[in-house]
């Protein structure tokens, strides 16, 4: 099964477009695919407050099978087509009925794009540079929040009537930009093997490489990973997918889903929202009253998560996951603990220049943390550690998760001492169910949770995970 050499066809000459001698550096032609597919998150940051997370949830749940079903191309372009309705019925918002309407059809884009760019990105992405690639959709979230605080400092001079319009309404430009670039767009070689169509996969599959052994080898490992048999026929093709992920998985399958839905539990159980999209009041709180200084505060938020998450795509494939996890979650813990701290001495005894100081550093600082590690990495990792014909549906599992969590997200002044406590419980979730993934083939993933060894998926999870970490 996949043991003979399989010989890579291409046009155009010996080496692919997009592909390099060196098989260390980055396929460019895999990056300009990773930003495409991101674009809608881009939307997504921007419009975060205007959408239904409930109308999210049955996108991310609905886009599983859909991308299973239609490909992982054509669902991106049904998410952005999606959005683009939505966006343009709440710009035209006559009435508030209308405008409901507007954010539940935005709502269902959001799930769809939450779920399927990073998993796009995960699979045309080789080992050596995912982490970057599939960071990228949380980067353009973050883009996407700054722009939102930007037009929202802008258009807040304009009419109410007219102001309002043009900020829901500019969100489908990204969306009219992304139509564009789907059509350069190649399917996701991994998803296409799972339907049999090997040509095409192993043409794209030369596209996304640097050279053409690099290209035979992540064939050969997908074509393991995907039970092809000899005739080429693929077993068992989308049948029982949620059979093997909820009601009777493997006891790798179900270390890997408990790790999937609990971080994204724990990525808005630890307090971003209330710091992101209510840092006006903790501001304001603090003693920031002024309507300018807050907006200029709140933007300084969205910037220091932008910058952050960029720096966070170039550390997450050198110095591995769980490092970068960890670190994230401490700082957290020690950022919620003092923001606790300074609001409460704030509303207790009023003024304090020490505690309005200390709440408003303190802000920054749980952005910045969290940012550099749990951020980006929750899509990331959630994106990746599923076995190939489990992951779009089990992804979505994880994205439904992270929108219940979005909507009920409590805020404000003492609850930080309670984020702070469920931030400790993470770090220990993340240093005990995490194994680090950094640099590992998709194919291989499933074997750091146990996958296919008979000592167990503990005993594997355990040696596995030090034997990379070793490496490190």
């Known amino acids: 099964r996949g043991e003979k050499r399989l010989t890579m066809v291409h046009a155009g000459g010996h080496n692919s477009p997009g592909s390099n001698p060196n098989p260390t550096h980055m396929n460019k032609f895999a990056f300009g695919c990773a930003v495409v597919a991101s674009i809608i998150s881009i939307i997504f940051g921007y419009v975060l407050m205007g959408i239904l997370n409930l109308c999210a949830l049955v996108g991310s749940l609905t886009a599983g099978k859909t991308s299973d079903v239609i490909g992982r191309r054509y669902t991106i372009a049904l998410s952005s087509v999606i959005f683009l309705v939505g966006s343009v019925v709440m710009g035209y918002g006559p009435n508030y009925a209308v405008l409901m309407v507007g954010r539940c059809i935005a709502g269902v884009g959001v799930g769809f794009a939450l779920m399927i760019a990073p998993v796009y990105s995960a699979e045309i992405a080789?080992?050596?540079?995912r982490g970057f690639l599939t960071s990228l959709p949380e980067l353009c979230i973050s883009l996407g929040i700054l722009l939102g605080y930007v037009s929202n400092y802008c258009f807040g001079k304009l009419a109410l009537k007219l102001g309002w319009r043009l900020m829901l309404g500019l969100a489908a430009i990204p969306s009219m930009i992304l139509?564009?670039?789907?059509?350069?767009?190649?399917?996701?070689?991994?998803?296409?093997?799972?339907q049999g169509r090997l040509e095409e996969a192993k043409k794209i599959m030369v596209l996304i490489s640097n050279t053409e052994e690099e290209a035979e080898e992540r064939f050969r490992d997908i074509l393991a990973a995907a039970e092809i048999e000899e005739d080429g026929a693929v077993k068992a093709v989308g049948r029982g997918v949620w059979r093997e992920l909820v009601i009777?998985?493997?006891?790798?399958?179900?270390?890997?889903?408990?790790?999937?839905l609990g971080i994204h539990f724990f990525e808005h159980a630890t307090g971003i929202e209330a710091v992101v999209l209510y840092s006006?009041?903790?501001?304001?709180?603090?003693?920031v009253t002024s309507k300018d200084k807050l907006l200029l505060a709140t933007v300084g938020?969205?910037?220091?998560?932008?910058?952050?998450?960029?720096?966070?795509?170039?550390?997450?494939?050198?110095?591995?996951?769980r490092k970068l996890l960890l670190t994230s979650t401490g700082g957290m813990v020690f950022a919620s603990t003092s923001l606790a701290i300074g609001l409460t001495m704030v509303h207790r005894f009023g003024?304090?220049?020490w505690a309005l100081r200390l709440?408003?550093?303190?802000?920054y600082t749980f952005v910045a943390f969290f940012s550099i590690g749990l951020g980006p990495i929750t899509w990331v990792y959630s994106s990746e550690i599923f076995p190939l014909r489990l992951r779009a549906q089990g992804a979505s599992i994880g994205v439904a998760v992270n929108r219940i969590m979005n909507a009920t997200t409590i805020t404000m002044g003492g609850v930080f001492f309670m984020f702070a406590g469920i931030a400790v419980v993470a770090w220990?979730?993340?240093f005990f169910m995490l194994p680090e993934t950094k640099g590992v083939p998709l194919e291989e993933i499933e074997k750091l949770f146990g996958g296919g060894d008979a000592r167990g998926a503990r005993d594997g999870l355990e040696i596995q995970a030090k034997r990379v970490n070793n490496k490190i």
């Open 280 to 287: 006006p009041k903790i501001f304001e709180k603090a003693g």
């Open 428 to 430: 220990w979730f993340f």
């Open 359 to 363: 709440s408003i550093v303190s802000a």
């Open 351 to 353: 003024r304090l220049v």
């Open 179 to 194: 139509a564009f670039g789907i059509l350069k767009m190649p399917e996701s070689p991994r998803w296409l093997v799972m």
């Open 248 to 260: 009777n998985p493997t006891p790798a399958v179900r270390l890997i889903l408990i790790a999937a």
């Open 126 to 129: 080789s080992a050596s540079h």
């Open 301 to 321: 938020v969205g910037l220091t998560k932008a910058v952050l998450i960029v720096i966070a795509t170039f550390l997450l494939d050198k110095v591995g996951r």
